[in-house]
């Protein structure tokens, strides 16, 4: 009798539940939504879901900074696209986030009181047409090398999400390089502005795989429950060794005097990332942080009418043919 | 007038209109009450930048001189657009933007449908394929009018606001100009247009609960390029970069 309730006691069961969970993991299944998971891997993946879809949405004000002024027709009518793909990944991604519990107002308060992070690199502004190519090549590009890993990611709804999401940033990423492209074979002027736009979005760029994964506080779990599948470094090293090719491509420096070709390792080294300015932006003080939030707040609480107007309208169940 | 020149001056104008429309939805961006809205809005400024680039090209085809869509769109003057007084007003709030859309895309719904019948073949398959898209604007923007009308006091209100404050450039959309007049029997006569348009309304405002004016005041001037205030604005931004770096390829 007294050995039954051993077997069975609650630590026991737990840490039973905790191996078959991390077996399931280890052999590579996908965790669905009503499946039992540890509590801090529901947190893990709901931060992660949570954080990605505001900075889908959040990215939404840097590029439409540049929507009205867009060169050409052509130029606007992608531009307009490819802003829709991202709201659009916004809305898969409060999905996915919702199969946890957690539903999208609940998640765009968590936003605006600050506990809900969205990422760094939005938090730069958009001060020329080439911070248009460069978001989409750099930026998307970053993201896409990220996303792509995510789409093996070990939670069902998150990696469906990305497999789709992934195939609309790689067009995005052909648009920005695209629009450099156009630049960089224009007049002195789009030269400068491509190499101005260079200039200004390569490094935080290659901020937005993180800190080094020796002082990267969640990698070890999230790798080990493979909801992250490929560490910050890794990532950020194939991000840098594709991206480097395609500047050089086009005649863009890249403004690193330290970068260099490693014949051993057959990967180029970069110099020192500045960790102090990746953790002011993360901190608050970037030049964007209270403004983005500021429209985000404004542009919400501006549509809380229509939102109750058409809660109020549904309820009254008034139908129109 | 010559027909080729009525109907350069008729596709100008078409484009111009969609133009202007899509770069005001386009404001929106960002700005949306909900996200799906926000999609919604610049999908419709997605659809009318397409008509505009359409109807800019077909006008070029008839005139062809080496301007390309891109040089009428963004290299004239304040006064060389050819829009109606209600596309370029500002947005407002979005009671104001759905009651601009409806009123808008409702005349567009009823023009492209004439004009699919008409025997300018280009036009008529351009029409065509425009009607799909108003179509839904009309559909999307008078669906949030009856949400306004029945929702709240406040959407009510608000709603009741933007008619007061936009009719007064409803009949800009239907003067008659001398390219309509040589385009008689090609184009659709805008006073028949205006008079399925007052039904089409009324019928939608009774459904809303909401009311025309009392004081039928009309502001006109748009299709002879007389503006408002606004299009010297919204021209600002749309041309920034073609007017600061002529010549340049983009």
Redesign the interface.
């Known amino acids: 009798m007294s050995s039954t309730i051993e077997q069975n006691s609650p630590t026991t069961v737990m840490q039973e539940r905790l191996d078959q969970f991390q077996a399931r993991i280890d052999a590579d299944e996908k965790i669905e939504p009503k499946d039992w998971m540890p509590e801090e891997y529901r947190k893990t993946v709901l931060r992660q879901m949570s954080q990605h879809a505001h900075s889908e949405v959040i990215g939404m004000q840097p590029e439409g900074n540049w929507i009205l002024r867009a060169p050409c027709l052509r130029a606007k009518k992608i531009l307009l696209a490819k802003i829709q793909d991202e709201g659009g990944h916004g809305l898969y991604l409060y999905s996915a986030a919702e199969t946890l519990g957690t539903g999208r107002e609940a998640l765009i308060e968590s936003l605006h009181n600050g506990k809900a992070k969205y990422s760094s690199i939005f938090n730069y502004p958009t001060l020329n047409w080439a911070d248009i190519g460069a978001i989409g090549w750099l930026v998307d590009g970053a993201a896409i090398v990220n996303q792509v890993s995510l789409q093996r990611t070990s939670y069902g709804p998150y990696a469906r999400a990305m497999v789709r999401i992934c195939k609309e940033e790689s067009f995005h990423q052909r648009q920005g390089y695209e629009i450099m492209t156009t630049m960089m074979r224009g007049n002195s002027a789009q030269k400068e502005m491509a190499q101005d736009a260079m200039n200004r979005w390569w490094w935080p760029a290659l901020m937005m795989f993180g800190p080094h994964d020796k002082d990267s506080a969640h990698t070890q779990q999230s790798m080990q429950w493979r909801i992250k599948r490929e560490s910050n470094d890794v990532l950020r090293q194939r991000f840098i060794d594709k991206t480097i090719d395609q500047a050089h491509l086009i005649g863009l420096t890249i403004p690193d005097e330290q970068l260099k070709y490693n014949e051993d390792t057959k990967h180029w080294d970069i110099g020192p990332i500045n960790w102090d300015e990746f953790w002011q932006v993360v901190g608050g003080h970037g030049l964007c942080n209270e403004q983005r939030m500021k429209h985000h707040i404004r542009a919400h609480q501006d549509g809380q009418w229509v939102r109750e107007a058409a809660n109020a309208f549904a309820q009254k169940q008034i139908s129109f043919n | 007038m010559e027909t080729q020149q009525a109907l350069y001056q008729y596709a100008v104008r078409l484009g111009d209109n969609s133009l202007i429309m899509a ?1 005001r939805l ?2 929106w ?11 919604a809005l ?2 419709a ?2 659809d009318y ?2 008509e ?2 359409n109807y800019y090209n077909y006008a070029l085809s008839l005139e062809p001189d080496g301007r390309t ?2 040089d009428l ?2 290299l004239r003057n304040e006064r060389q657009y050819y829009n109606c007084l209600l596309a370029e007003q500002p947005n407002g ?2 009671a104001q933007t759905m009651v601009k859309l409806a009123l808008f895309s409702a005349y567009l719904k009823l023009l492209y449908d004439a004009l699919s019948q008409s025997t300018d073949t280009n036009l008529s398959a351009l029409a065509s394929k425009s009607l799909k898209e108003v179509k839904y604007h009309f559909r999307h923007s008078s ?1 949030w009018m ?3 009308g ?3 006091e ?2 009510k209100s ?1 709603a009741q606001q933007a008619i007061y404050e936009l009719w007064r450039f409803t009949s800009d959309m239907f003067e008659t100009t001398a390219a309509d007049a040589t385009l008689k029997g090609i184009v659709p006569d805008p006073a028949s247009i205006q008079s399925e348009w007052n039904s089409v309304i009324n019928d939608l405002l009774s ?1 809303c609960g909401l009311k025309k004016p009392e004081d039928p005041y009309q502001v006109k001037g748009g299709y002879q390029a007389k503006h408002t205030e606004h299009l010297g604005h919204i021209l600002c ?2 041309q ?3 007017r600061a ?1 002529p ?4």
């Open positions: 770069q386009a404001e961006c960002s700005n949306g009450p909900i996200l799906e809205e926000d999609l610049t999908n400024a997605l930048l397409g505009a680039e869509a891109d769109a963004y709030d979005y669906e009856i949400r306004f029945h929702g709240t406040e959407s608000r459904r931004e749309l920034f970069l073609q770096y010549g340049a390829k983009w």
